[in-house]
């Protein structure tokens, strides 16, 4: 771990760090000459710079969200801290440490993989348990699911984020089957494991969070039912029916077509998922908004648009002990 | 219980039986002269009556939801049956054994209200928990609890359907409570309790399942928004803080304004009641569909208007044992 | 053929033909006997049947969209013609001339398949071509797309329908592409053959037009963008960047979200399919909405639901010659 | 009245007045220091304030909406002025003189209260009239009505402006139901005169116009009607349905659930008081528009969100006389 | 004023009356057989007839809304009463009596003009003066104005509704110009008296009530706003400034684009007469409501459509003398 | 032609040149002196300028949309350059080359108008031929035609773009109806011709595009009507049903209520005229959105809130040759 991030950052800093790229454009001054505007990120937040000299030839060379190493001097512009780039160049991503970059979950990763696994194997129909492990053992397959987020922005938008987020339904899937005996625990909880699976596609995580190409034109939703198909086509046998209705927990997981499910859940089972799901979304979203929004001198924040409300952040934890 | 029920009938039966008004109105035929229809109820269904004669008369005797004697003919018109009324009166409802005329939770009431009173006793704080006491020491209450409907049409429309719904509710927001450890408990399980409580008076329960004038005009937020608030008056010192937190779980449990929520849900706590109660409320649409539609010979019902899709009948229940 | 149809029975007549169940329900009298209620069809129109006589065991041995054989007396009862069944017998499919029993395109299908053909041979990308050639030369996929109605209700409801909607979509586009020069043809004139490929699986043309299990569930955008994916996995070094492209356009061509389109329209050639698409749609709605309301002695029809609007009839087709 | 307000304020000027607090936070500089952040208004308008030093332990010295004393200089920042704090202290605030603060009614006060109780005698049901003279003989109630805005921003957000928007309603109710002679005429007043009556705790205005934190959770439809439920409850033999009814009114007078009207007007009546209150706002609305959009060198201003539309200002206000 | 009505029809009587064609339809029997389908109206209702002789040669001397003479007698079918027409001829409709065939309001339509008259009299510009004017002189205007409904179904569908609501639309505007005196009183006025004027030529008013085609096609909107620039271009000097925003008024008074109104109201006269308007509609909609559904025993109404709500019924009129 | 525009301004250049005023307005310093803001346009994009001198004088000398003569001194602002006025007037705009001031098509003018008019002499009916030839031979009409933008901002806004998106719609139309041969071409041609007339008066542009008084409170869309409608009443006999059916075309053309059409299509060649209307709208703002979206390192723009998607930006304009 580096010693030195974007936070520590002071006017008139001499730097030479790596920082991830998280926007680059091509700028001209009134006096014609080109410019790059950067926007570079670690995992302590994000900070601007400017490379005046050589601009067009530098930014060819660059990648879009690749990392550089960059050398300059901190400048106050605007009352906002940038650097001035002195030089710049592009690192090969496999030197990097990525959680210099990237936000990670509080959670440990491991024993979460490991509760996830537990759960996964209490399914006891064979096809579902087939699949689900057809998965499990793909190393490639966990080393992501161990890194992606959930969400580019909204919520669990960190390095675990998404493994967080599938345990979590699958908990809330695991008791409410438990109150809802009369259904279907196995197709809900295999719904649950597979609900998100294609964000590993849909955002790229070995630098930053960005849609991939697949990502923006195909969307999660697809992505993820697609990667399931194709499992599904290698295990002998898999019954159609179980094909179709897993299919559909996927598919329909969004729960209305505005959100984005091309269907919408047509049995309880696939209600069930939305609603654990949406539910967990929520939360996450609760708790981060009252976070970031601690010493504003008031008991609400300003309007959320995600939640189309203030939120109230004065509910005291826990009433007593 | 009575030996004879609607769902009995055959053309041609003499019948003697006690009925529930559903409808009643006043015609007049083509000739000038008055008749009377009726919608008449049991448990096991409903038919519609006639009387021909003295019918303004009659009329005015008839409250709209009287039970009634009524004795007459049953008749084959347009392919249905319908009783051509020879003599009505009205009786007094302390008279009627109201299970003939309801149709009433299988569960047993006693065991859900006991698991009820135990969920509630979890409750630390001491202010939440005079206000719980408040209403379960209150004999009357609890009479009315034990036999209100949830709903006049959607979901647990029969006797015991409120505390059927309200215990489910309080199940969940134990279990995700529980997931969710951060989250106020107690305010999560008092706000269970008391979300759909206005729906004692919301709905008529004693006959039929009618709304109330205040039902109506008032509706069963703000009905049981009130109900707390009594209590609540009556209780030494109670906090001004928490009477706002749990009036706000009552006010935006239907979670949008569209559903009828004078408020939405501005807290993790609020907005957790929420997802519980409306799962709770579409898991028993759809097993009601699914009942109601078995032997139509094809895996969908036709569109649900409630669920807005078609609903798949063919999930089997348990994978395997 | 055979010489007699639904449209031509008169009361008393005693019948034996072969029918299409379009629906079935078993029913009890009030006084507690079973009896079967039949929709049956042929490509006049439909008709009711009654089984009034060991319904319980007939009705077992019945699939739900079998083919019939048929012997009873046509009755009239409030009104309207049914039959009341002697004997009836299911049929295998395959001894069913079809075109008795479904309606049909009034145009050539080999002429439109051979249009839709010459279009797909200008298509000048080798991968797309590859892709073409690979359904196009799949005799069973051949044989399915000319008998395929382009949807259950609303438009192209009959045998060969969607080879007239295919087909008229994909010139348009042609059209269209010549018009807006700068646009990639080849990705438009591909998507415009795929955009509905997947109704061939969503609705069951072999006997009535029903949504299939997999139609209910995944639906046709799905369904159709499953079978490209799957014939590109064949196809040797088939480019990401065209496969998601071409993706893009099967799974946006509904254009917004509330119409099942899981994602929206992200480039011109992809809105432009949707415009094509939703227009031919559009075009052949208001056609049968004219052809059905001759005869009225109105100039408009009442309000038509998919239109959101009463439609005038009088427009002239040809205003000189 | 104090001689010099934030208007006059120029750069350079050493200032000591007193101000009220808007919005507070506490920043970090890069370096690590903290400051504060202060919004302060009199009636004048806003400025922008910083404290640079010991900025931690004043933050806890100053609540959220306190008056305060401060002495400083005004500086430019970023073209706009804003005061480098010397010292500042928190005042109780009975020594402050409101009208220095809080932008104020152009109406007489006590003339408006005049003709608004005028309005109130001529209500002849003798239950509404109990109820009204209960809240007009509260000195405190009255004391509250005449300060109150009727809105934190949108339309009638000065002191006074809750009393001038119910009079305005009022007079045109009294207007509207003398051309609708059939309605009831009592009803209809008494509804005008609370239908926005829970804004005088919906809103705090003895500082600044914030919503209180009932106003957030609760709403001040909800609590206009339960300060009309707690008078009720003192009246002897106050009429279950006139309660009803005149709930209603107020519940519904928002007209529309998307509004945060729990219920929707049911009887003309309410359908009538909800159009005055609408119009009487949006009138109010164009007004401020047309007022806060002079000298644009335009006869439109841009687009007026909570009007949807850009507004006209060159209607002259008088043709002619 | 003839003797004999549709509603006082009985079963087997000989009936030979004038009525007026409301629909006409020509079918055909299983059997091949054409007949004609009528459905017949005078001001007391309406009622179905069958024309089962030379129905096609019949079917063509008929228009589609044709006053006829008809002779048959009355059956009873499916409990419904019909006629089985013997003759029938058309008439010219200069031998009919109206107000045999329509309802009609029950104001006085001269006292009613006048009323409208004295306040077009008010009106102070003198531009507007000479447009009122053109069409008050015009005496074939003024008698259809007299005739004309306000609508085909929903609200004043009577022969002087038009004339009534424009009235009540115009007194309302008079005294909330006086209210909000700041308003131009004179734009309102004239553009109260002109809003709906369209509606003389979109439903023809000779004979029941239908959309012409120009009211399907353009819509009273427009046709309003044509008339008034028709009239327009015949004054001398007419401003182009008051022309436009008279047109504005005419144009924007339904208030929303999804109500039909092409520009939403841009300044405070043109909303006031959008909301005068609306309630005047909503009012008399509620008003015809509560009539049509006495004497059902319950207190409320089922769902009115045009309300979005159930009616409540029991507002009693005057709360004392 | 000029040499020096806005886009080669520089810091500390001393300019004199003649620029159109886009927004004016008069501030007041914070020490209570005023001073004018404008936004000064030519082709090449825009600036703002300040006069501190004289400025309530000069404010009135100075129309909201003047071609002004400006000479002053180019500053840097904000990191943005403006220009302190020294000297401006105001000149008429017959001595001003327009094509220095806005946009201009890049297809040449008269030969996009000679293909409208040939496309326009295959329109076989007489009538709507002569409203054509009303038009074409009229000069002021067709120099207005060759200027007029087709929208302010969305798309085609620059001189000429009337003309370009008119021309590309007749093409549509002519193709679609060739393809769809059963549908009324005359009517479809015309239609095309006149649906975005209005825009000559809507948007002027003469300098600069602004929305007219008629633009705003009448609209594009009834100026259309209105024009087509005075031309008809010059033509003898036109037939009342062509212009009804033409009429229709023209209001409906926006397809929707809430896209300000006051009528929906009610016939196939209105919804064509609709689609192929909207289908050149979409096209042309995808094209802008990706040519003002060149070198920003991704293959996807921001959200573009005209389409309510990112746009993909790289597909190959052909796929080979």
């Known amino acids: ?139 490639e397959f966990v080393r992501k699911l161990k890194k992606a987020p959930a969400a580019k922005m909204i919520h669990h938008s960190f390095i675990g984020g998404l493994l967080e987020h599938t345990l979590s339904v699958m908990r809330i899937c695991d008791m409410l089957t438990g109150h809802y005996s009369e259904l279907n625990r196995d197709l809900v909880i295999t719904g649950a494991f597979f609900h998100d699976i294609g964000k590993i596609d849909e955002i790229e995580s070995e630098k930053g969070f960005n849609y991939t190409r697949e990502g923006n034109l195909i969307g999660h939703v697809i992505i993820g039912y697609r990667m399931v198909e194709e499992a599904i086509s290698e295990i002998k046998d898999f019954p159609d029916k179980l094909y179709a209705e897993l299919g559909h927990m996927i598919l329909s997981h969004q729960g209305k077509l505005e959100f984005g499910a091309p269907v919408v859940p047509m049995f309880a089972e696939a209600i069930l998922l939305h609603y654990a799901d949406d539910l967990d979304v929520k939360i996450s979203v609760f708790k981060k908004v009252v976070e970031s929004n601690r010493n504003t001198g008031s008991e609400f924040t300003d309007r959320v648009w995600e939640l189309d409300t203030r939120v109230y952040k004065e509910i005291e934890k826990r009433q007593k002990d």
């Open 1 to 139: 771990m580096r010693s030195r991030y974007i936070s520590d950052f002071v006017e008139n800093d001499a730097i030479s760090e790596v920082f991830l790229i998280d926007e680059k454009s091509l700028g001209t001054t009134r006096a014609g000459k080109p410019y790059i505007n950067l926007n570079l990120r670690d995992k302590t937040g994000s900070i601007s710079a400017k490379v005046w000299d050589d601009a067009d030839v530098i930014f060819k060379q660059l990648g879009a969200s690749d990392f550089v190493e960059v050398s300059g001097k901190v400048e106050r512009y605007q009352n906002r801290l940038q650097i001035k780039v002195g030089a710049i160049r592009s690192l090969k991503s496999d030197k990097i440490e990525m959680t210099d970059f990237l936000a990670t979950t509080e959670e440990d990763v491991d024993e979460m993989f490991d509760e996830l696994e537990k759960i996964c194997s209490t399914v006891g129909d064979k096809y579902f348990q087939q699949l689900l492990q057809h998965f499990l053992s793909d190393d």
